[in-house]
């Protein structure tokens, strides 16, 4: 099983009772034998552009694992499913990732010797 990051745009109008929709693309989830790990709801958004004549969505964001041949499915069904005005379905680099976070760590470290440094010099 590979792990995916899925957002999910819903239509703005959902966003008294957007448990509905959710339990919906939870099941599309399950029944392509998806398990969800995390969720994050960033709530109501404003567009860069309008899509399917709307200004704002309901962003919500996933990280599920699937098997790779089942995601096909996935986006065949949540094409279809009228809640969901946009999606997307990364896989994320882990390398990559985990080396950015190790150049962070890298330049902080250094930009506090080199700010420790400069304090020694001007005090002397």
């Not at 099983?1 to 745009?9: D, K, P, R, T």
């Not at 008294?16 to 109501?44: M, Q, Y």
């Not at 986006?75 to 499913?81: A, G, K, M, Q, V």
């Amino acid at each position: 099983m590979n792990q995916y990051e899925i957002a999910v745009l819903y239509d703005p109008g959902l966003e008294v009772d957007l448990s509905k929709a959710e339990e919906r693309v939870l099941k599309i989830f399950s029944t392509n034998k998806g398990e969800v790990i995390s969720k994050d709801n960033w709530g109501k958004k404003k567009l860069a552009y309008k899509i399917k004549n709307h200004d704002h969505a309901l962003y919500v964001f996933y990280q599920v694992n699937f098997d790779p041949k089942n995601i096909k499915q996935v986006e065949t069904t949540l094409n279809i499913t009228d809640e969901v005005i946009r999606f997307s379905i990364i896989k994320p680099d882990f390398k990559a990732m985990a080396k950015a976070e190790q150049l962070k760590k890298e330049k902080k470290i250094s930009s506090e010797t080199s700010s420790e440094e400069s304090k020694q010099s001007t005090e002397e």
